[in-house]
């Protein structure tokens, strides 16, 4: 981020007009205004290289991999394991055998939370969370209590939506088989505090899953210094296609857990008496992936390396502390998740005026927001609000899309009297 000598308004550290240029979708009308699109934390918008790196592939290189020895099959193989090493490399993997390819980050929490259960876990054995999980990281520990027995333990929420690190401590014991939490909260854009968290685990022996759906788009991740046991994330918050994700796995788990998935492609050898898998990442992999989408997700991981991922998250911060001062300057305005280290999503209620009518209105004004409890229904709770309204930031949003999401926010208020 820099700073124009003649007005001092924040700029990014990038050609923001190319980047916008580089999104079509961004260029349309809504109800007869320019769009404003601040949902990013629910899917972001893909700029041109993805879309023609997805296009390319079926119109030039379309076929199955890993089982055809003709050139289209060969170029397709390449083409999915090239793009498992430059994801490797984007999230400074020790091998690109650490990566697996899934349709997204809730299955990644569902690969691990059955593959660990079939180490051996059993009743009173403890996974901790937090009291700001998305219902991806709640719902799958929640049947394998009412399979297995196992007993979910809650960090709670503070008032400003933090996590106390002392909370998170007097909670592990030695039943904990798995801490699983939140890196960025997807309805209150809260940074937890993940290296404290993990070094407190490494002390116990206890893994570390982190879901970071919501980190990925905002700042560098670096596993091997991160030091996690798994990592989680959606290619299309990353400004991929839907449909496939990532999980980092550190390979001696991979090369412990069990496969999740049976079928083609994840084996050695199979007769009718037995069967032996091939090893990580494969074993993980069963069938036909989902090649595009891993194709697509590699061209977005090099167009946000290409911008640059520091000079992204300086951006970002500059309009979420933007949009903080002016959206929550108005009255009536609420803020909900006040933290001190937030990323890219701001929150809020307006008395009087229900989330979904609020989004509608917004809508109405080319706004698009997200409104509602953001599959993260216990966060709702504790604040005791129905839903909230979210918008949210992506490098390609400017301090204009602010103003206008704060000229909605008023209409809103004067339809409302």
């Known amino acids: 981020m820099t700073v124009t000598a003649a007005s001092n308004v924040p700029v990014p550290g990038y050609d923001l007009d190319q980047v916008r240029a580089d999104f079509p979708i961004l260029h349309q009308q809504i109800a007869g205004n320019p769009l404003v699109y601040l949902d990013n934390a629910a899917t972001t918008q893909k700029p041109t290289p993805v879309i023609r790196a997805i296009t ?8 199955n991999i890993h089982r055809g020895v003709h050139t289209l099959s060969q170029r397709a193989t390449d083409m999915y394991e090239g793009a498992r090493q430059t994801i490797a490399n984007w999230l400074s993997a020790e091998s690109a055998s650490e990566i697996i390819f899934v349709r997204g980050a809730t299955e990644g929490i569902n690969l691990v939370a059955a593959t660990m259960a079939a180490t051996g876990w059993q009743a009173g054995d403890q996974v901790l969370i937090t009291g700001m999980e998305h219902h991806s990281n709640i719902v799958p520990w929640q049947i394998l209590r009412d399979r297995l027995g196992i007993e979910l333990v809650v960090v709670p929420l503070q008032q400003d939506g933090t996590i106390r690190l002392e909370d998170v401590a007097s909670r592990l014991t030695d039943r904990t088989r798995l801490v699983s939490i939140v890196h960025v909260s997807n309805a209150l854009g809260t940074v937890n505090p993940v290296r404290d968290i993990i070094a407190m685990a490494r002390e116990r022996s206890i893994p570390v899953l982190l879901d970071g759906a919501q980190a990925a788009p905002h700042t560098p991740l670096d596993m091997q210094d991160l030091g996690c046991d798994f990592y989680v994330l959606s290619g299309h918050k990353v400004y991929g296609p839907t449909g496939i994700g990532v999980l980092y796995g550190r390979r001696e788990w991979l090369d412990r857990l069990p496969p999740y998935h049976g079928g083609g492609d994840m084996i050695r050898s199979v007769t009718f008496a037995e069967t032996t898998y091939a090893p990580p990442p494969y074993k993980f992999e069963a069938g036909t992936p989902n090649i595009a989408g891993v194709i697509g997700l590699a061209a977005a991981v090099r167009y946000l390396e290409q911008v640059g991922i520091d000079r992204v998250a300086a951006w970002e911060s500059e309009l979420l502390d933007y949009a903080t001062a002016t959206i929550g300057g108005i009255d009536g305005v609420t803020l909900i998740g006040t933290g001190p280290a937030k990323a890219g999503v701001l929150s809020f209620v307006i008395e009087g005026i229900h989330p979904h009518d609020i989004g509608t209105i917004l809508d109405m004004n080319g ?14 709770d504790f604040f005791q609000v129905p839903a909230t309204a979210r918008a949210s930031f992506a490098m390609y949003n400017t301090l204009a899309d602010i103003d206008s999401l704060a000229a909605a926010v008023r209409r809103a208020q004067e339809m409302f009297g």
């Open 56 to 63: 390319d592939y079926y119109a030039q290189d379309n076929a």
């Open 367 to 380: 706004v698009a927001i997200r409104a509602g409890h953001h599959c993260a229904q216990p966060v709702m």
